[in-house]
Structures are given as C-alpha cells and as structure tokens.
C-alpha cells in the first residue's frame, strides 16, 4: 500500500526553495531581539517540536509508514538527559549522547516489532509499544518518579535566559534540518521512497526492503531523540505526559497539517499549531475541542497539509 | 486579558506583523492594576476541581471587591490541562506576557512542582494553596514558593494516627495510591501510629486510576486488622468506596480515611457507602463556627454546591493575598517585602473561625478536625466535627531540624518504628 | 492465581468484550480504526448516568444510551467519515479529532466529577461462589458480556444483515458486485458498534466509574484486544478479551510496576509472529 497521505507533487525549483530557506532562517536569526521573551521561548518550542515532527515525516513522507509511537521516543531522550544529570550530576555533554543512544535504541526495538505491518496495522502496533513506554515512566518511579516526574537544572547557566537558549536551538535545528533533507535526498533516502510507492517493486529490484525501514525507523527515531533532548534543556523538567500518546498525536498533526512528505512542511505545522494554540487559549478554554476541529477539517479538506496544498496549487498553475 | 494585551499578543504571536509593537508598551497605563496569574486544571483528569479553583478564588474579590489600597486586582486564569508541560508553558506565558506580578493554584502535584522549578529561576513569588507535596516546604523549600491557605501531606495523618490508636485499634493496614502525595500522607500517618505503640501490619501500594480494587480488598479482609488507613482521591477514591461496600466489608471493617477521600469533590456524586466515613483535616464544611457556616452558606447559594478543598483553599488564599497587598499599601512591586508580610501575616477572617498563620517554613498550622460523614437534612453529604486537635504544624510534635534530617517518605520509607 | 483473581479477570474480560466487538466489527467491514470509540464508550456511560439517575431506572438507562451512542454513530459515518472514505489513515486521525471533540464536550456538559451510574437493588451485593464471596453486580456484567456474544454470533450466522457483514468483511468489492447496497450494510454496521461502545459505557460506568480519560484507559485495552484477536472477528475478540483480562489481573498484583508492559509485551510478541492477529486475514 501506498502512502495515503502524502503528496506525490512536484517540487519547486531548487533556487526558489534556497530563497526561501534562507529567508525563513534570517527572519528567524533577527526576529528573536524584537520579541519579548515569551514569545522567543514560544519560538523555541516551535523549533524543538518542528524537528520532532520532521522525524515522524521522515518514516511517513518518506517510508510511508504512519507513526503514533514517536512521542515515546523523543520522551525517552527528555528522560534520560534529566534522570542522569539531575540524578548523578552527569555532564550534559555525555548525558546528551547517551539519551540518544538511548531513544535510537527504543526505535530500534519498535522498528524490528513494527516493520512487517504497514498502514492501519503499523499505527495501532507503534501506538501500542509508546503505551509501554508511558506505562514503564508511570509506573517505575524510583528511577523516573512515577506521576511527579523529574526536575532539574538541566540547562547549563550560560545559556540559561531564553535568547541564548533560543540561539543555540536554532543552530541545532538547522543543523539537523539539513541532515534530514541530506538523507531524504540520499540515494538511501529515495530507495525508502520506492518502498513506500512499491515495496513489492523494490524487492524484485533486489533491494532489501525489511533493512532499508529498520534504518529508516532508527534514523527517524535518532532525530526524534534529539529533539527531547533540547526539550529536556528547555524545559528542566519531565513528567509521564512527555512520553504519552497525546504527544505522538500532537506530532503527527503537525506534520500532516504542514504536508507530510514535504519534511519543511513539519516545521510550519508545529508553526502553525504551536501559535494556534497560544492563540485560542487566550479567548476560550475550549482548547481540545479547537484542536479536534484542526484534525476533523484537515483530514477532510486539506489532508496534503499547508505546504502539500502549495505545491499541488502550483503544479496545476505550472500545467 | 483585555483587548490591548490581546492584540499585541496576537500581532506578535502570529509572526512578522508584531515587530513595530514593543512589549512594554501599555505598562505604564496599567501600573495601577495588580495582576495575578491564576493556574487551574480546567480540561484533563481534574477539571472539577479547577473549576472550583477558580470559582473560589474570585468568589473573594466578588464579595470584598477587586480593588485594594487602591489599585485594581486583575485575575488572569489559564487552564495547565492537568498536565506539567502545559502548567509549565502558561506559567512563561502569565510571568513574561502578561507581567503578573506573582502566580497562585494548580492542583496536581507534578504541575506544582513543574511551575515551583520555573519560578526558582525568575523569583516569582509563587502560592500554593492545594499543592501537599512535603519538601515544598521541608527540605526542598524555595523562598518565594509559600503555602498559603494550604497543607503539608504529612501534616494531617499525625493527629488521626493519635486519634486513631486513642480509640484502640492496635493493628492497622494501609492502602495507598503509589504516588508522593499516597507515600507522605500514609507516612505521616504510619511513623506516628507506630511511634505510639501501633503496628502497621502491611501496606499496599496500587497505581493511580486502579479500577478493580477487589485483589486488595480481599487481603485486606483476611489481614485480621483493627482498621484500614485509606489514601485515595478523585475517581479511585470513589470506586474504593463503592466496592469497599459491594464485597461487604463496610460496618465490618473500619476506614480511616485521608481527608482527600471524603472531601466534597468525592462524596458529592457518593451515597451510603460514604456515610460514616471517618477522616481528618483542617476545613470541615460541617464545622459549628459561624465564620465556617457563614462562608459554606453563602459558597452554595452562589455555586449550588458545598464546598470542596479545592473551592475552600483558594477563597481563603485570595483573602490571605488580599490582606498582605492590604497590609503594605499595595506596594506589591517590593517582593522582599510582600513575601515577608505574606509569610508574617496572621489571617484573622478565614472561613475557619480561627487565626491563621504559618510556621517559619512557609506552611500553615492549623487546629486539625477529626470529622465524620454525614447526611445532612436535606440528603447531601458533608464532613461534620467529631473533634479537633488545636495548633498542628507540618513538624507534629518533632523539632523541625532533627526532622528534616530523615529522608521523605516514601514507598521504602514510611518512617515506621518497629516495636 | 487463586479463584478470586481468575474472576475478576473474567468479568473485567466480558466487559471489554462489550465494547472491543464493536471495534472490531467496524474495523472489519468499514476498515475503520475508530479511534473515537473509546470517547463514544465514556458519553454512552454519561448518557446512562444521566437517564437511569432521572427516570430511576438502568434499563432504561442502557436502552437510552446504545439508541443515543447509535444516532451519534451514525451522524459520525454519514456526516464525517463518508467524505475520506477509501483513505485509512485519514479516517482514523479524523476519528482521533472527533474524540477530543466529544470529550471536551462531555466535560462541559457533565463536569469533571467522577459519576458511578446507578445499579438496581437486585444487582447489588455479593454471592457465593465456591469458596467467595462475589459481587452481584460482576456476575451480571459477566452474563451481559456472554450475551452480547451470543447474540453477536446469531446475527452474523443467522441473519441476512450479518451475512452480508461477513462477506463484507472478506470482500467488500464482490458484495457490491453482487448488487447489494453495500453503504447501507456499512451504517448498520457502524450503527451496531457504536451500540456496543453505549452498552459498555453504561455497564462499565456501573462498575469502574466515569471520569475524564476514562475513554482512553479504556480505549487502549479494546485496541490490545482487537490487535491480538484480528480485525473484524468476533472469535478473536472474545479470545483476546480473555487475555488483556487476565493478564490485567495478574499483573496488577504480582507486577504492578510493569503493569502495561504485562498486558502489551505479549500483545507485540504475538504481533512479532502473527502481524494480522489471532485470527486477522490479509486483504
């Protein structure tokens, strides 16, 4: 089976897309000293939240294989930066490795369990192993404090107002947004691709299907694990709700509502929810039912997502 | 949340658009309003009790007016979801948007904590009124995070352990939900009951939102013991009631019940499997004193319900705030000063009857009620006064110091003396 | 395990039965994942509570939520789903937002307080059973689910309607073919399921109470059941209630600090051999 939800479009110029990159990254480098620091730490959470949604785009766009088990994996990194730095008063910069290893290894494990299913079955199943994950943080509580979770002063002092920390995230990010298209883009990348339009193709062509989604899922796993990692230093705190669905629904959206196979398009969902939500809740408290209308009218008029719907518009202009 | 903070909030938030407006724009005309940040669970697991939350807290300044020592108060709610990440975002979103000059709720302990880590780094002051985690005011303590109006997890149990083992039961076994919050109120209750020559025979530890208690409930009946110490809140505490009754152990076996288990918010929607239920706390909506009367009396003409810990505490904190901004002539910009007159403060009009003032840590003493279940004339439910032991700190009878030198209570440590 | 816990086990399994049939009905013929199902159990439960407190009466409380949960079914497939038909994964993020939705106006409405629908006198109590005492109330949730089986499986076999359901569920293009209205076939379907998620609202809020996030904790189970006994087979639900509710029972006493992990760690072992289930075929 195909992927349902993305878009096979064509793509914008190589030039065009380079502008636009490069002006998105200015406003973003300038934008900060104008704005008060709510609103740069809104900006942070916008960044961290955006490589963790391209990390689900990266397996849904991509292997065509839709996630709900993410939000366990970019928990575990959150975790385990503040279980050892707050516990054992590890430096950051090996506590940061070692919770990544930590999430690319629980990708692993959810990847050698779910890459035999596709569509409906590879959801239920990843939505299943994140349960476990939430269900472990819950319940293990000497080492992750059950309910009340982990506090910490996980961000180092020098980086420690919200400019600084907002700087370092966007360095991060563009760092590992450009990791991501190199990998997308990679010829490992596009032989995912061919999976998600044919894996019974690609294996008559003698590739080896079962391998190239395992990588696939521990890649996007790896990247997803970055990004707790920064939100472990953003938030100095972690609690079950970091590691639960809600945050792999929550990314998900994002990248649908962005366009998912369009891997930028993550970023400007979690734009666009993170806002949204910032927005909504200063008029009513009706918040969840806000975002289930979000999900009710984008699967149901707009499922190619902001960025999707764009290059759809412009295909059509261009025939 | 007026339309000028609202505007620029939005042109701000919305992108490019809000560069031209600078953040303090407005400030100046707005220097005469006090703003306080309200946080309440108001969706997710304990959105009742957020209501009450914030219906308490505003019921205050609604009957005393939203004015004083001459400058308005603004209350700017905003929901934490139940959950801390949320808890977290909104309280970045009241201290450095909407400049509130301190932050008050929350109900979970994880949200509490959550914000509580936030403010360490900014120094807003930050109150408390229902969140019981010991160390926020033991050995964790931060300056300016204080507990107005509330109580310490532990604090309660001491009394009701006396209580309980002045009634003769000798043989006690505890269940609990296996979170802090269960941990230190069976810990209070444990240490004291066996430093007075009691035994706990076993203790047992069940995760949040159990919904079948029947394994537990059949050890309990076999243990043999004189009575059962209870820690449950919200739906498990309700569901405990109810099969505690449906396997027949009610009238057999006697609860003792943490406060949280017979508060309003529980046995409002409860029938006779809650009468009778025995527990111990600081607010008794049954109490005799007309000041406690007076104030439930007019809570449920105004809310058409009794008040619960929650609608209580936060009615009480407005006013212990509302008296100290009172007290220095609204001066609340100097915070050394408004925490020192907060932390000094004697509040002499609390629903309670009785003055109110804190220990030198930040929490409250109170004369704590031994209360009974009962069922009123007109068939609604509500805790009335058995009897009362008068000025319990969060320390009972230990010298805070030695105190402290013993670590939280916990699963492992439940500080009982063996006999 | 002693006798105790084995019932237990049993009873909570009859439950979920209730409930995860309708699931898996739905996911069968209507390729469905309806995450909303979970949401749609709470407002039957609501539904319940509020009729049965009023009129006094749990039967009526049941008949008024499965009819009310059944005309929210069909207001879901006719009004909804209909437009993404044919696209999986947009159907089931669609029913992921018609369940934050529902709950938060479920939460408006009734408020957050944990509500226990009202049983009849008769129900309450305990019986003996062999060496303990049982409570009355399990019994009976345990004949519902009994029932609903039996019921169940006569529709299926016995019925024109179940008939088409079955073929349905192993090819719904040669249904069509044969000339029958194959869209009318899905909305009794999905009218039958969201029926089941009414009836085990009202039955589970008896017992287990209802709160908010209630329909999560319930929703995860009926998905464990759906997983292990495979899409759209009644057998297979039934067997895969048997085991979340044993393995419920036992691991909430002998290993409480692994407690989903008992429940989902055999549930992924199992996937790991048999990705369709128990009892799934391919399409």
């Known amino acids: 089976m195909s992927s349902v939800l993305s878009s096979a479009v064509r793509r914008s110029s190589p030039r065009a897309t380079f502008a636009w990159l490069a002006g998105t990254l200015a406003l973003l480098a300038i934008l900060p000293a104008y704005l008060p620091t709510y609103h740069v730490s809104v900006l942070t959470q916008i960044l961290i939240f955006g490589v963790f949604a391209m990390s689900i785009d990266i397996l849904a766009g991509y292997a065509g294989r839709t996630s709900l088990g993410h939000g366990a994996i970019f928990g575990t990194a959150t975790y385990v930066v503040l279980y050892f730095v707050s516990t054992s008063g590890m430096p950051l910069y090996f506590a940061i490795p070692l919770a990544v290893l930590a999430a690319t290894l629980v990708a692993a494990v959810f990847a050698v369990l779910a890459i035999r299913t596709t569509g409906v079955y590879f959801l239920l199943l990843t939505l299943a192993l994140g349960m476990i994950v939430w269900g472990i943080c819950l319940r293990w509580s000497v080492v992750t404090g059950g309910e009340n979770g982990i506090r910490g002063d996980v961000r ?9 920390f907002y700087y370092v995230t966007l360095i991060c990010c563009t760092a590992l947004t450009y990791a991501m298209v190199r990998f997308i883009n990679s010829p490992f990348g596009l032989t995912l691709s061919g999976i998600r339009d044919s894996a019974g193709r690609m294996r008559s062509l003698g590739y080896d299907v079962s391998m190239h989604l395992f990588i696939g899922f521990v890649m996007s796993g790896f990247f997803a694990g970055l990004a707790g990692a920064l939100y472990a230093m953003f938030n100095n705190f972690v609690s079950p709700s970091t590691v639960a669905l809600t945050q792999s629904v929550t990314g998900l959206l994002m990248a649908i509502v962005g366009g998912v196979g369009t891997l930028f398009g993550a970023l400007i969902g979690s734009f666009v929810m993170i806002t949204l939500e910032n927005f909504v809740s200063y008029y009513t408290q009706r918040w969840p039912t806000v975002l289930g209308l979000v999900f009710i009218f984008t699967m149901i008029f707009a499922p190619a997502g902001v960025l999707g719907t764009i290059r759809a518009l412009r295909a059509r202009r261009g025939n | 949340m007026d339309r000028r903070t609202f505007l620029k909030t939005t042109a701000a938030a919305v992108g490019g658009a809000g560069l031209g407006l600078a953040p303090t724009r407005g400030a100046l005309a707005q220097a005469q309003t006090i ?50 990440d949320t808890a977290l975002q909104k309280a970045r979103r009241l201290v450095e948007q909407s400049n509130v000059n301190f932050l008050v709720g929350n109900i979970l302990a994880n949200t509490g904590l959550a914000v509580a880590n936030y403010v360490k780094g900014t120094g807003t002051p930050y109150f408390i009124p229902v969140i019981a985690a010991d160390d926020l005011t033991q050995r964790q303590r931060i300056p300016h995070v204080i507990r107005i109006a509330g109580y310490s997890a532990s ?112 046995i409002r929607t409860l029938g006779p499997e809650a009468e009778g239920l025995v527990s111990a ?42 008296e100290s901004i009172k007290k220095i002539g609204g001066k609340i910009e100097d915070r050394e000063l408004f925490l020192k007159t907060v932390r000094e403060l004697e509040l002499t009009g609390s629903p309670l009857g009785k003055t109110v003032k804190l220990d030198a840590y930040g929490n409250p003493i109170y004369d704590i009620f031994i209360r009974k279940v ?26 805070p110091e030695t105190y402290m030198k013993q670590p939280a209570y916990s699963r492992d440590f439940q500080g009982i003396k063996k006999g | 395990m002693n006798l105790f816990q084995l019932l237990n086990g049993v009873t909570f399994a009859a439950l979920l039965f209730i409930v995860a049939s309708g699931f898996t009905l739905i996911f069968g013929l209507l390729r469905i994942v309806n995450l909303a199902h979970g949401a749609l159990y709470l407002l039957g439960g609501y539904f319940g509570y509020s009729i049965a407190s009023w009129s006094g009466s749990f039967a009526l409380g049941i008949v008024g939520a499965m009819a009310g949960i059944a005309l929210f079914g069909i207001l879901l497939e006719g009004g909804l789903l209909r437009f993404v038909r044919g696209h999986e994964l947009r159907q089931v993020l669609l029913t992921v937002g018609v369940a934050f939705v529902i709950n938060d106006m479920a939460l408006v409405i009734w408020g957050g307080d944990s509500f226990t629908v009202p049983v009849p006198d008769t129900l309450m109590g305990a019986v003996q059973i062999g060496p303990v005492f049982y409570p009355k109330y399990r019994v009976f949730v345990f004949g519902a689910g009994v029932a609903v089986f039996l019921l169940l499986w006569l529709l299926m076999n016995k019925t024109r309607l179940g008939v088409m359901i079955r073929a349905g ?115």
């Not at chain 2, 959105?47 to 205050?60: D, H, I």
């Not at chain 2, 009962?374 to 010298?399: H, M």
């Open chain 1, 156 to 164: 180092p002092a020098v980086i420690g107002d919200s400019r600084s």
């Open chain 2, 35 to 84: 703003k306080i940040g309200l946080l309440a669970p108001l969706t997710g697991v304990i959105a009742a009790g957020g209501k009450e939350v914030v219906e308490g807290f505003q019921f205050y300044f609604e009957q005393n007016g939203a004015e004083i020592a001459g400058r308005k108060i603004e209350v700017i709610v905003e929901d934490d979801a139940s959950n801390p």
């Open chain 2, 155 to 266: 604090q309660n149990s001491r009394p009701f352990a006396d209580w309980a083992y002045k009634q003769g039961y000798r043989k006690v076994a505890t269940i609990s939900q296996d979170y802090t919050f269960g941990h230190e109120q069976c810990g209070g209750f444990a240490q004291t009951f066996t430093e007075l020559g009691g035994t706990i025979v076993q203790q047992f530890w069940h995760p949040l939102n159990t919904s079948d208690f029947s394994p537990y409930l059949g050890q309990l009946a076999s243990l043999g013991v004189d009575a059962v110490f209870a820690m449950e809140t919200g739906a498990d505490a309700t569901r405990f009631a109810k099969q505690f009754a449906s396997f027949g152990l009610r009238g057999r076996l006697p609860i003792l019940a943490a406060q949280n288990m017979t508060d309003q918010s529980v």
């Open chain 2, 281 to 322: 706390a600081h607010f008794c909506e049954g109490s005799k004193d007309p000041a406690t009367v007076k104030f439930v009396a007019d809570y449920e003409k105004k809310f058409g319900i009794l008040p619960s810990i929650y609608g209580f505490s936060h009615y009480s904190g407005a006013m212990w705030l509302a």
């Open chain 2, 374 to 399: 009962e069922k009123r004339a007109d068939g609604k439910l509500w805790n009335v006064p058995v009897t009362t032991y008068p000025g319990v700190s969060q320390f009972w009878k230990y010298d």
């Open chain 3, 169 to 283: 569920v192993d090819d719904a293009e040669m249904v069509e073919a044969c000339g029958i209205n194959i869209r009318r076939i899905y909305l009794w379907t999905f009218l039958l399921g969201a029926a089941l998620a009414g009836l085990g609202g009202v039955i589970g809020g008896a017992y287990l109470s209802l709160y908010p996030t209630a329909d999560a904790e319930i929703l995860v189970f009926s998905l464990a059941v759906v997983i292990i006994g495979g899409r759209g087979s009644l057998p297979g639900a039934a067997i895969g209630a048997l085991m979340v509710g044993l393995l419920n029972s036992v691991g909430q006493v002998m290993f409480p600090e692994l407690a989903y992990f008992v429940i989902f760690g055999p549930m992924a072992a199992l996937l790991a051999f048999r990705p369709l289930g128990l009892f799934g075929k391919s399409v």
